[in-house]
T-cell receptor
Framework: QSALTQPPSASGSPGQSVTISCTGT?????????VSWYQQHPGKAPKLIIT???KRPSGVPNRFSGSKSGVTASLTVSGLQVDDEATYYC??????????FGGGTKLTVL | QVQLIQSGPEVKKPGASVKVSCEAS????????IHWVRQAPGQRLQWMGC????????YYSQTFQGRITITMDTSASTVYLELDSLRSEDTAIFYC???????????????WGQGSLITVSS
């Protein structure tokens, strides 16, 4: 299974918004609304921040939002904070009880 | 509170097998799906497979099919990952993680173990 395609890097200044894309195929992102997003700080386990394309688990700030159009899902981080600097991964159901992660996007807060 | 405690780091030779454990506590073990995720140094997350702790059904990534086995011991609330025919590219942190919803596999991994570093080297 090929990884979902994410840009390797993204950046923004504190207070700004940044959007990270996650492109798959009709066999994964485009075929199911089971896209989730994770935030991973260096040396830490990933943290779940978005489920089912746009739902936020309890405790996740509403600065994080998700969407999907066709085979591309997106994560938007609004009101950037220094602590948002991390690597973000998307993941999608890919049929036949299998899942696939994206390549990861390192977000830098300038 | 929900906790997933994994076994410690190991060093293995190429061709060997490794078995990593993940002991769960703080919730009804049989009600959730546990996944295994691999992360090589500086690399992306890779889904390896999962087990439904309610019925024991397992699902594996094609990437690891043939050399991965996920099992569980309900009496010990523990899930195991066994990976065979290890190669240097398997050097990674292996995480177990619990799905968010009861008895449904969605890769919505709300709780994670601390990770187990497996080093494959001759």
């Amino acid at each position: 299974q090929s990884a979902l395609t994410q840009p390797p890097s993204a950046s923004g200044s504190p207070g700004q918004s940044v959007t990270i894309s996650c492109t798959g195929t009709r066999g994964d992102v485009g075929g199911y609304d089971f896209v989730s997003w994770y935030q991973q700080h260096p040396g830490k386990a990933p943290k779940l921040i978005i489920t089912e394309v746009k739902k936020r688990p309890s405790g996740v700030p509403n600065r994080f939002s998700g969407s999907k159009s066709g085979v591309t899902a997106s994560l938007t981080v609004s009101g950037l904070q220094v602590d948002d600097e991390a690597t973000y991964y998307c993941a999608s159901y890919a049929a036949k009880n299998s899942w696939v992660f994206g390549g990861g996007t390192k977000l830098t807060v300038l | 509170q929900v906790q997933l405690i994994q076994s410690g780091p190991e060093v293995k030779k190429p061709g060997a097998s490794v078995k990593v454990s993940c002991e769960a506590s703080g919730y009804n073990f049989g009600s959730y799906v546990i996944h295994w995720v691999r992360q090589a140094p500086g690399q992306r997350l890779q889904w390896m497979g999962c087990i439904n702790a309610g019925n024991g059904n397992t699902y594996y990534s094609q990437t690891f099919q043939g050399r991965i086995t996920i099992t569980m011991d309900t009496s010990a609330s523990t899930v195991y990952l066994e990976l065979d025919s290890l190669r240097s590219e398997d050097t990674a942190i292996f995480y177990c993680a619990r799905d968010q919803k009861i008895l449904v596999a969605r890769l919505e991994l709300q709780y994670w173990g601390q990770g187990s570093l497996i080093t494959v080297s001759s």
